[in-house]
Nanobody, 115 residues
């Protein structure tokens, strides 16, 4: 099993920056990929950014150039550096990890961007 804990959410003004972190515990040595997703009430959860054990990254078009996903050497911790934040980025951000064929989710952290 993998447990994920997010931190770093909060309130920030438009144009500002925020850095989220996610720490994985449990059977972490076999994690293949981790990432960030976000969800607004009434909408579906959407991909923000992912990173694999090989270092490959994938970003949603809406955040490309503004957000950066970073991992540690053993892929048990990831960060999401968010710059040039917009009001549209307001959402609950969820950490995600894939181990084999199983997907794990954190509880989420609220990010609110004021305009």
């Amino acid at each position: 099993q993998v447990q994920l804990v997010e931190s770093g959410g909060g309130l920030v003004q438009a144009g500002g920056s925020l850095r989220l972190s996610c720490a994985a515990s449990g059977t972490i040595y076999i994690i293949n990929a981790m990432g960030w997703y976000r969800q607004v009430p009434g909408q579906t959860r959407e991909l923000v950014a992912t990173i694999t054990s090989s270092g490959s990254t994938n970003y949603a078009d809406s955040v490309k150039g503004r957000f950066t996903i970073v991992r540690d050497g053993v892929l048990n911790t990831i960060w999401l550096q968010m710059d040039s934040l917009k009001a549209e980025d307001t959402a609950v951000y969820y950490c995600n990890a894939v181990r084999g064929a199983t997907t794990y989710w954190g509880r989420g952290t609220q990010v609110t961007v004021s305009s």
